[in-house]
Each structure stands twice: as C-alpha cells, then as structure tokens.
T-cell receptor, first 113, second 114 residues
Framework: GENVEQHPSTLSVQEGDSAVIKCTYS??????FPWYKQELGKRPQLIID?????GEKKDQRIAVTLNKTAKHFSLHITETQPEDSAVYFC????????????FGPGTRLSVLP | ETGVTQTPRHLVMGMTNKKSLKCEQH?????MYWYKQSAKKPLELMFV???????ENNSVPSRFSPECPNSSHLFLHLHTLQPEDSALYLC?????????????FGDGTRLSIL
C-alpha cells in the first residue's frame, strides 16, 4: 500500500525566512497531492494541491513542487509570518481506492518573531 | 467555514458507556470519511462512505460502528472503548466522481476515555 514520509517533523524559522517541507510517496499511481494546515485546536484546512500533470504550482507565498520520477513533492513557504505557525500535513492519493488519501505524519512549523 | 459540522466537540466517557459522534456536511458532497488523529501519529483513515455505501473499513475494531443514513450525515457509534481510543475524531467529506478532489474536514470531536 501507499506510504507517505514527511520531513522534518519540526521546523523553526525566523519571521521573513523561507520554510520547506518535503514528502515522499511509494505508489507510482498516486496522481493528486494536497497539503493541509492545522492550527492548534482547529480543523485541517487545504492550503494548496497539485496534480501529477504539472511540476509546480504557486499561490502567493505558498508553492508546491512535484517530482514524479523521484516520487517526492515539497511545500515552500516564503516570507514566513507568525500566523504560518501550525502543523502541516502532506497527502498522496490512492487511485486504486477511490479518492482516499494517505497522510504524512505532519511537520510542526514555528515562525519566530 | 461551516461546511462540515461535528458534534459534540468534546466527549468524556467511561469504558462501558455507549455514545455517538455526529457529522453533517452542507457542501453537497457524496463521500464522507472518519479519521482518528492521535498525538504524534499520522491521520488514520477509519471508514469511507460513497453514496451512503461503506466502501472501506481500515481494520477498525468492532467497538466503532459507523452509520451513514444519507449523503449528508455520518455517525460513529462507540461502545466499550479502551483508553487508547482517546483521540481527536475528524469527519471529512468530498465530491467523488469528478477526478481527485480535496477533502473538507470538520473541527473534530475530542474523545477522552476514562
């Protein structure tokens, strides 16, 4: 079955710096990769996603890159702000199981003022 | 966003109690999911319902019993739970049949087993 690894598990950056979180997946059939942000005590919320037919997608300060050959994808946050502090989860689709996902274990990002 | 609503937000119960968690989605989606979120663990998919039919049960113990009376409502019936079942239980919904679509989560029920 699909296995999704995520690194690092914790990340601290200074406000204004960039943050990068990397995920790897095992199922070459995976074709959709969403990223979720979960603030303390709140629900996971979709922040960006990418499909396997593109290599990069950007939305303001957030970007995601996908390398299908190497089976890894990354989240890039530029000009980090304190409100970016949260746990970030990557996920990979399981095409043989409908539209279900396997989630990574999460990265706790702390943006220091 | 109030698209997916879960009740109650917090629940404390003894191991011999019976309780139910409720989830309601107002997004017109046709698939609903239950996840378990424990500290320092990935989100664990428990059950999937497509068009009210259960399509996946990820080896969940029988003390958890899901019910999906229609595409908008999902329940998780709890009975004789164990302390290790204490966790945040998240409900999500999505639109199946239109290619890969993101799942939208509720705020979760924080469950504590005494």
């Amino acid at each position: 079955g699909e296995n999704v690894e995520q690194h690092p598990s914790t990340l601290s950056v200074q406000e204004g710096d960039s943050a990068v979180i990397k995920c790897t997946y095992s199922d070459s059939a995976s074709n959709y990769f969403p990223w979720y942000k979960q603030e303390l005590g709140k629900r996971p919320q979709l922040i960006i996603d990418i499909r396997s037919n593109v290599g990069e997608k950007k939305d303001q300060r957030i970007a995601v890159t996908l390398n299908k050959t190497a089976k890894h994808f990354s989240l890039h946050i530029t000009e980090t702000q304190p409100e970016d502090s949260a746990v970030y989860f990557c996920a990979a689709s399981r095409p043989n199981y409908g539209q279900n996902f396997v989630f990574g274990p999460g990265t706790r990002l702390s943006v220091l003022p | 966003e109030t698209g997916v609503t879960q009740t109650p937000r917090h629940l404390v119960m003894g191991m011999t109690n019976k309780k139910s968690l409720k989830c309601e989605q107002h997004l017109g989606h046709n698939a609903m999911y239950w996840y378990k979120q424990s500290a320092k663990k990935p989100l664990e998919l428990m059950f999937v319902y497509n068009f009210k039919e259960q399509t996946e049960n990820n080896s969940v113990p029988s003390r958890f019993s899901p019910e999906c009376p229609n595409s908008s409502h999902l329940f998780l019936h709890l009975h004789t739970l164990q302390p290790e079942d204490s966790a945040l239980y998240l409900c999500a919904s999505s639109q199946q049949g239109a290619g890969n679509q993101p799942q939208h989560f509720g705020d979760g029920t924080r469950l504590s087993i005494l």
